[in-house]
């Protein structure tokens, strides 16, 4: 089995663009406006699962991984919700712009340039992040096993990708890419989009059982993320290790 899950054209793809990340107009958007729903489905979940009582810093103490945090747009928010969190990516342009930007910030978060297979961690995580990665990595089977050992018993992971729909494929694709110009043509590859009951299978596999799984939908009229019950193009899952 392949040992590595770096993409080398998928790190370079979004190296390229690194300098936009903090850029609400620029490449990275619709990220800007896919990460309020991110973020509450994240933290309320984490609240109720691990019942969680500190209003102020809902998150407090909690150990997060962030996988593939690109610039630090989800890492963040976790970091001023009280999260203990690490946030690591392939691409070394990605991670000097996200401490740059969290040192302008005064915030705390230990980044590192890492894939999950060649992290050296010597404590497990609560929460891990795996959010819009696994359609970019190589190797899915091999990512999520090796994101599965960093994780402790009854520790969480969330994961949001794309399904593998011809309505993803016309939605993400070719209106998101080609007509519309939310994100630069060539940022996804449909053929890497992960249907929900493969995840699940994988997942399975690495003793992590589904514990919720929710669609998330665009609402054109007032240009916000909503939690849906349609999972057809975008969806994200909680899973919980046994």
Same mark, same amino acid.
């Given at each position: 089995?392949k040992?590595?899950?770096?993409?080398?054209?998928?790190?370079e793809?979004?190296?390229k663009?690194?300098?936009?990340?903090?850029d609400p107009? !620029?490449?990275f958007?619709?990220?800007h406006?896919?990460n309020?729903?991110? /973020?509450?489905?994240?933290?309320?979940n984490? %609240?109720e #699962?691990l019942?969680?009582?500190?209003?102020?810093?809902?998150?407090?103490?909690?150990?997060i991984l962030?996988i +593939?945090?690109? !610039?630090?747009?989800?890492?963040?928010?976790?970091?001023r919700? +009280?999260?203990n969190i690490? +946030? /690591?990516?392939?691409?070394?342009? $990605?991670?000097?712009?996200?401490?740059?930007h969290?040192?302008?910030?005064? @915030?705390?978060?230990?980044?590192?340039?890492?894939?999950?297979?060649n992290l050296?961690?010597y404590?497990? =995580?609560?929460?891990?992040?795996?959010m819009?990665? %696994?359609?970019h990595?190589d190797?899915?089977? =091999? =990512?999520?096993? #090796?994101?599965?050992?960093?994780l402790?018993?009854? !520790?969480?992971?969330?994961?949001?990708?794309?399904?593998? #729909?011809l309505?993803?494929?016309?939605?993400?694709?070719? +209106?998101?890419?080609?007509?519309?110009r939310? @994100?630069?043509i060539? #940022?996804?590859?449909?053929?890497? =989009?992960?249907k929900? *009951?493969?995840?699940?299978?994988i997942?399975?596999?690495? $003793?992590?059982?589904?514990?919720?799984?929710?669609g &998330?939908? &665009?609402?054109?009229?007032?240009? *916000?993320?909503?939690?849906?019950?349609d999972?057809s193009v $975008?969806?994200?899952?909680?899973? /919980?290790?046994?």
């Amino acid at each position: 089995m392949k040992s590595n899950t770096i993409n080398k054209e998928e790190i370079e793809k979004f190296s390229k663009i690194a300098e936009e990340w903090w850029d609400p107009q !620029g490449k990275f958007k619709p990220l800007h406006k896919f990460n309020p729903i991110r /973020i509450s489905y994240i933290k309320d979940n984490i %609240v109720e #699962t691990l019942k969680l009582k500190n209003k102020k810093k809902p998150l407090e103490k909690v150990k997060i991984l962030d996988i +593939g945090c690109g !610039g630090g747009l989800l890492t963040e928010p976790m970091k001023r919700l +009280g999260a203990n969190i690490t +946030g /690591i990516d392939a691409s070394k342009r $990605n991670i000097e712009i996200a401490k740059l930007h969290a040192k302008k910030n005064d @915030l705390k978060i230990d980044y590192k340039c890492a894939s999950p297979e060649n992290l050296k961690e010597y404590h497990k =995580f609560d929460v891990i992040l795996n959010m819009e990665i %696994v359609e970019h990595v190589d190797n899915v089977e =091999f =990512f999520l096993a #090796t994101c599965s050992k960093l994780l402790k018993k009854n !520790g969480i992971m969330f994961v949001a990708t794309l399904n593998k #729909t011809l309505k993803s494929y016309l939605f993400a694709i070719i +209106g998101a890419e080609y007509f519309l110009r939310w @994100l630069p043509i060539g #940022t996804h590859d449909w053929e890497k =989009f992960v249907k929900p *009951e493969d995840l699940i299978s994988i997942l399975a596999k690495n $003793n992590l059982k589904v514990d919720a799984l929710d669609g &998330l939908k &665009l609402n054109i009229l007032s240009n *916000e993320w909503k939690i849906s019950s349609d999972k057809s193009v $975008n969806y994200i899952g909680k899973f /919980i290790k046994d």
